[in-house]
């Protein structure tokens, strides 16, 4: 009998631990200011929206604020932390974590299971590009936000089978803006021009400054040519050197997400930095 | 005081004038028509014929020159003796009372007697046709100056022009440099050459048309350009019949100082355009000398038509020879608006489809 209570016992619990991975099993909150940048109603807010993202979507987005990273590089602290407080939906893990630390100035995002398909290299590099002013300039609230809002549109976009990637980033709603300034200005100088003709027109009345018409054909004459060479000099400038950044670089890809393995042997993607 | 002169037809007596369509004499009356040939030999006659008339006119002149009409000169009319007044310049018109042509020989005779003339080809009809067909194609143009257009004033002119005939020799110097540029595996070398240019050479100008008339504004005058001289005949006072005709008021002197401008541009223009191979040229010295210079006195046909529109007066010229016409049009505001407006709106909108297209691809 009591052998019997044990194997159910023991069937549930097997069965309780293979379902949990469906949900999140983490106990850590998606939001760990350690460093203690933003005000408390900052943080609950942020904290709600990162949780209605992840449940709404079944993937983590989680944002880690660090004083020191004590040695380890961004990477792994990222992966480390991400795999250590078990973040992340289902089997793989889906997730992404954010995090920055105020001592290096490092940020880093560590992406994990559909994380890794969703926030492509090219997709990471837009998002941070897009958030890495505010950090800099020490608006952390705001660039968390962004990173979360941001992050809801990745996921939803991968969703659709075809993640953000080289050639295919998300649309910037100011770049229709500065697409209509630029047509209309285009535009006012085309017309410009076309009125500008349109009014000349109207003006048939020009003095003469030359008499170019009145010259009598085959008058001219040429009868002294001289082309008296007087002196030379050399000037030189150094040739510019050539520039090897990663950003040059990184136009050549091919699109896709780079993977490595972290200490505890996950396969993460990611993308770091300073600030 | 001085001789006036009208061609009475040799057959029925009536007042005869030159027909730009047939280039001939034609009397109006009796359509009998003259060559300008016969009427050469006709027309010294005809100027023997007035001596007498002369000393009678000088009496009623007199009153003119001491009384407050300056610059006015008044003449008797043969064909009705009605007085014909006019400007001091005037050297043919028509009599305001019998509407007979005139011309005044003293204004186009001795020391005034033009070596040319260019006879009218074209007729006042041409000449208004050619102000519509201005109007067309301008989209800016008041519709209202198009609708309401009533010529005020339309008349057939012979003004005077100088033409000057000259050889330029020229002498010019520019400082112009060539470069050259390599590189090794660390520099970038500039070579520049420095070089002293010099040309010379001479050049023909042949008639250089500068308007002698006051009253004919400079630049209206030289958008007529160009006429074609080959087709300029010996002066004959019978060409000016039936039109107006205005002597000189600007002397030859006054004149070449805009003729020389221009001899002087287009001969340095012709000259810096032998200097080639540079890369940059700066033109260092330039001289010109004229020798074998010439003036000739030339009385150009010139149509011009007047109008008033919003109080403001418009004038317009036709060359008499060439048919084109000048004239500067007013500017509609607000259809200039609309158009600069409506275009870049227009413009904008084609642009702004495109640029979202590409977006959303």
Request: glycine content about 8%; charged content about 25%; overall charge negative.
């Amino acid at each position: 009998m009591k052998n019997r209570l044990y194997t159910v016992f023991f069937a549930l619990l097997l069965f309780i631990l293979m379902a949990f991975p469906a949900f999140a099993a983490s106990d850590m909150p998606r939001l760990v200011d350690e460093a203690g940048l933003l005000t408390s109603s900052e943080e609950r807010e942020l904290l709600d929206k990162l949780n209605e993202i992840s449940e709404r979507q079944q993937v983590d987005v989680v944002i880690v604020t660090a004083n020191s990273l004590e040695g380890a590089s961004a990477m792994d602290y990222a992966d480390d932390f991400y795999d250590e407080n078990d973040y992340g939906f289902g089997y793989e893990r889906d997730g992404i974590l954010f995090l920055i630390s105020m001592e290096e100035r490092d940020w880093y995002m560590s992406t994990s299971g559909f994380g890794i398909t969703a926030f492509t290299d090219a997709g990471l590099e837009f998002l941070s590009e897009k958030i890495l002013n505010d950090l800099s300039k020490g608006d952390y609230a705001q660039a968390f936000t962004t990173f979360a809002e941001m992050s809801d549109d990745y996921i939803a976009q991968a969703k659709t089978g075809k993640p953000y990637d080289e050639h295919h980033l998300p649309k910037d709603p100011f770049r229709l803006l500065f697409y209509l300034v630029a047509a209309l200005v285009i535009g006012f100088v085309i017309s410009l021009i076309v009125t500008g003709i349109m009014r000349s027109k109207l003006k048939s009345v020009h003095g003469q400054t030359a008499a170019g018409n009145y010259i009598k054909n085959g008058s001219m004459k040429l009868t002294t040519r001289n082309d008296l060479f007087l002196y030379r000099h050399v000037t030189r400038r150094e040739k510019p050197k050539q520039q090897n950044t990663s950003r040059s670089g990184s136009t050549h890809r091919s699109g896709g997400s780079t993977t490595h393995r972290s200490s505890s042997g996950r396969r993460h993607g990611g993308r770091g930095g300073k600030f | 005081m001085a001789t006036i002169q009208e061609y009475k037809c040799p057959c029925c007596g009536g007042a005869i004038a030159f027909d730009s369509t047939i280039q001939k004499m034609k009397c109006p009356y009796c359509d009998t028509e003259f060559d300008m040939e016969t009427l050469a030999g006709y027309d010294s006659e005809l100027q023997n014929d007035q001596k007498d008339d002369m000393q009678w006119q000088t009496a009623s002149g007199g009153e003119w020159q001491d009384g407050e009409a300056n610059g006015l000169r008044s003449y008797v009319c043969q064909s009705c003796g009605g007085e014909i007044a006019c400007d001091e310049n005037t050297a043919a018109t028509s009599c305001p009372f019998c509407g007979n042509p005139v011309i005044m020989m003293g204004q186009v005779s001795g020391a005034l007697k033009p070596d040319y003339v260019i006879p009218f080809q074209l007729d006042k009809k041409a000449a208004k046709e050619a102000l519509k067909k201005h109007y067309e194609g301008k989209r800016l143009l008041p519709k209202v100056f198009k609708d309401e257009n009533h010529i005020d004033e339309i008349k057939g002119i012979y003004v005077p022009f100088w033409l000057f005939d000259a050889s330029a020799d020229v002498k010019m110097r520019y400082k112009a440099t060539k470069a050259r540029t390599w590189s090794d595996s660390r520099y970038v070398y500039t070579e520049t050459s420095y070089f002293s240019v010099s040309r010379g050479g001479n050049l023909g100008f042949e008639k250089i048309p500068v308007d002698a008339s006051v009253k004919m504004p400079d630049d209206l005058m030289d958008s007529l350009e160009p006429f074609d001289f080959s087709k300029a005949e010996k002066f004959q006072t019978a060409y000016l019949a039936g039109y107006l005709a205005d002597k000189y008021d600007v002397d030859a002197q006054e004149s070449a100082k805009r003729a020389n401008d221009r001899i002087r541009k287009s001969s340095q223009e012709a000259f810096d355009a032998t200097v080639t191979g540079y890369a940059t040229v700066t033109k260092e010295n330039s001289s010109i000398q004229l020798k074998n210079r010439k003036v000739h006195y030339a009385l150009l046909p010139v149509w011009i038509l007047n109008t008033t529109w919003n109080g403001k007066n418009y004038l317009f010229a036709m060359n008499g020879q060439t048919g084109k016409m000048v004239g500067d049009l007013p500017l509609d505001k607000t259809a200039y608006k609309k158009w600069l407006f409506g275009l870049t709106g227009a413009i904008g909108g084609v642009l702004y489809a495109i640029l979202c297209l590409f977006y959303l691809l």
